[in-house]
């Protein structure tokens, strides 16, 4: 039997009597636990007796068959909690010697026998006084704050609560705990709902339903979701809060009236919306069909000249869906293109691009990420820049883009936008790029529909294709460079379910067959560090930069938690002369393979090659760490970007040995390798499986079970997403017929 013990940091999953939850331990590593119990909360301290287990499905996670719930007396915490403001004279040396000196005995001294502190070397009898007063002083304040602990929450969020209530601390948290979730950042519903199950808050208590009514919603947004059905909203509100649907319905009756969410009718369909997200949809609706409606149709171009020219330019005959694609966009307002890969988007842009800047046409291109964004500029020769930039969003903490530098009073000067990849724009980033637009702008939208809908709430390239009222080019014709080239072939089968051809000769199209978890994870490791490096010629790869392992899921033996610890540990092992970092359980190490996970303009780093000033980081960039120390990790990235990221920013970090297919969206990579495996039905479907290989530029490798791949290429199924903006179109023309 195995033992562990640390802090609880996450309650994962709590009801009838087991819970799934994980714990940072004190040797600094994260361990999923499950237990035979439901009453833990969040920042108890546990030393836990049990086995480590192989769950086929969720990876390794630690089995607790006996436990003991231990008094806050993690040293760190003492030592963070003695540094603090609130102990006049002990500063962070000071604090530590203390805790060398007494251990986790030493809030007892502290309170108890004083005196003592003069045995830690370095407090004089001048500063125990200083110290001795400041703690008669604030001893009220400091009684309140280990109070505050006693209710399941973490000395440093005692101490931020104790500096927004003071006195009034207990009390507040004690009538609603529920004010915790606007008043702390990461603070959600099930952590203020564990201390009021604490103070025994009674379940249909106000201030909980209202707060997890609210909570349900944007639990639902996760999932793409701009709305919920009323029924459903209700139905998932009486699990979580095991409360009856009419106290439900009384609590979202007075929200309703507040204004904070709204109800629309859809058909016979009531849908519940937070009130921005409606207005996101609204907005675009709106301002699409203006910008539609009352743009400049028609240029005075010669299109078919300018055709001939860039054909005979380029030597290249455009087809005729290409033609078509090539005379909407400059002919309409607003042109939708879509198509797969290998049907000619690119060269398409390419022609739009030279056409109307050689017009004296003001022509900006965007991509909702910037690896998107640097691939627009490799393949066209035109500068791109993300939504984001061109928005002039500045806050990386405003999730609802309120405080962008464009908008209705600030338009984007510009005559055309170019939005490429355009799946992957969600409705909040949509509304603020239309609102951004001046009338008369004419708006060309490229994207793949059949790729994974954006992580954000919406559908909104799918849905706009949809509605029937834009033109739409669709390119299906597929153009390959090599006779060989089973790529965009076999994505193209898997978009019409067929049977793929596989491990043909001199092909880059490849199944490796295994259907043992296990051995899939062996195969990946296998293929990275020596057959694929093989194959191509050790000198003419690198393995870090020219390989991504991509995976659907993130959770299981072969989710890219898991597989990116096997991979950190092949290829970049720990070594004595190798600093690292543990950052909330996770290891940063010198040259690990990482990337960014949200946009971040405010980030300031320095070009490698000039040493200029170089500003801002995005979703999905991927780079490699250089450097280590106790301030901060340094990243390079492109091989020539450099920046500092100190601790108020590495929760932006993640490894990138292994990605999710989702986050691979907008980037491409030379040798794509994919598990394929049993995972949950919904999510085993053709989109997935099509986002995945269609990254690939060079060689394509799955590897797993062959009826799991057939069943995936055949299943078009989904999970349900709900969003407004085809109905909004629908009321927006009937309206615009009517008038």
Do not use: W
């Amino acid at each position: 039997m195995e033992k562990i013990v640390g802090t609880i940091k996450d309650i994962i999953y709590s009801s009838n009597g087991f819970s799934i939850f994980k714990v940072f331990c004190d040797d600094n590593k994260e361990v999923i636990c499950v237990c035979n119990y439901d009453g833990f909360l969040i920042d108890d301290y546990v030393c836990a007796h049990g086995n480590f287990e192989i769950n086929s499905k969720y990876g390794e996670r630690f089995r607790v068959l006996s436990f003991e719930k231990r008094k806050v007396t993690n040293t760190k915490d003492i030592e963070r909690y003695l540094s603090s403001s609130l102990f006049v004279g002990i500063g962070s040396k000071t604090a530590k010697k203390i805790i060398e000196k007494f251990g986790e005995e030493t809030l007892n001294i502290i309170n108890n026998d004083i005196d003592r502190l003069l045995e830690v070397e370095g407090i004089g009898k001048k500063r125990f006084i200083e110290i001795k007063n400041a703690l008669k002083e604030g001893k009220d304040n400091k009684q309140i704050i280990l109070d505050l602990t006693k209710l399941g929450l973490s000395l440093n969020a005692s101490n931020k609560i104790y500096s927004i209530f003071y006195e009034s601390s207990l009390e507040v948290i004690r009538n609603n705990p529920y004010l915790l979730i606007e008043k702390l950042d990461g603070f959600g519903f099930k952590k203020a709902d564990l201390i009021g199950r604490k103070v025994d808050i009674p379940l249909d208590n106000f201030n909980r339903l209202s707060y997890g009514i609210m909570y349900v919603l944007k639990e639902r947004l996760k999932f793409g979701n701009t709305f919920l059905p009323y029924d459903e909203l209700i139905l998932r509100c009486e699990e979580i809060l095991c409360v009856n649907k009419d106290k439900i319905n009384e609590v979202y009756k007075d929200i309703i009236a507040k204004g904070t969410i709204i109800e629309k009718t859809f058909g016979d369909k009531v849908c519940v919306f937070l009130t921005n997200i409606y207005m996101s949809e609204y907005e675009i609706c709106s301002n699409l069909i203006k910008l539609y409606t009352y743009g400049k149709n028609h240029l005075d171009i010669d299109v078919k000249k300018e055709i001939e020219k860039f054909e005979k330019e380029n030597s290249l005959k455009f087809s005729e869906d290409q033609v078509h694609a090539l005379i909407g966009s400059i002919k309409n307002s607003v042109h939708i293109i879509t198509g797969g890969p290998g049907t000619g988007k690119t060269t398409i842009i390419k022609f739009i691009l030279n056409t109307l800047t050689s017009k004296g046409l003001n022509t900006i291109m965007v991509a909702p990420t910037g690896r998107a964004a640097k691939r627009m500029m490799e393949t066209t020769g035109f500068e791109a820049k993300t939504i984001h930039r061109v928005l002039e969003i500045s806050s990386t903490d405003d999730e609802e883009f309120m405080f962008s530098g464009k908008g209705e009073k600030n338009k984007i000067d510009c005559d055309v936008i170019i939005i490429d990849e355009a799946s992957m724009v969600d409705v909040l980033v949509g509304s603020k790029l239309f609102s951004s637009l001046n009338i008369g702008t004419k708006v060309i939208i490229v994207g793949d529909v059949d790729q994974l809908p954006s992580v954000g709430p919406g559908n909104f390239l799918k849905d706009i294709i949809e509605s029937d009222i834009f033109p739409v080019s669709r390119l299906k014709k597929i153009y390959r460079q090599g006779e060989n080239s089973y790529i965009v072939l076999n994505a193209h089968k898997i978009n019409n379910g067929e049977e793929l051809i596989l491990n043909k000769k001199d092909g880059d199209f490849y199944l490796l067959r295994s259907n043992n978890e296990e051995e899939i994870c062996s195969l990946l490791k296998e293929l990275v560090l020596y057959r694929i490096p093989k194959f191509f010629g050790y000198e003419n790869i690198d393995v870090l930069k020219d390989i991504q392992v991509l995976s659907p899921i993130r959770k299981g033996i072969l989710g890219v938690n898991n597989l990116n610890l096997i991979f950190q540990e092949c290829l970049n092992p720990k070594k004595d002369d190798k600093n690292e970092i543990n950052v909330s359980g996770v290891c940063y190490r010198v040259l690990d393979k990482v990337m960014q996970t949200k946009n971040n303009y405010e980030l300031t780093g320095y070009c490698k090659d000039t040493g200029k000033q170089v500003k801002g980081v995005f979703n999905g960039d991927i780079g490699y760490i250089t450097n280590i120390n106790d301030k901060n990790i340094e990243v390079i990235y492109d091989g020539n970007r450099v920046f500092k990221y100190d601790k108020k920013y590495l929760s932006e970090l993640e490894h990138a040995y292994a990605i999710t297919i989702h986050k691979s969206q907008g980037s491409e990579f030379p040798v794509i390798i994919i598990p394929i495996f049993k995972f949950v039905n919904m999510l085993m479907n053709r989109n997935i499986l099509y986002t995945g290989v269609t990254r690939a530029k060079k060689y394509v490798v799955l590897v797993g079970d062959v009826n799991s791949l057939m069943y995936m290429v055949r299943n078009t199924s989904s999970i349900v997403r709900y969003s407004s903006l085809k109905y909004l179109f629908d009321k927006f023309m009937s309206f615009v017929y009517k008038t």
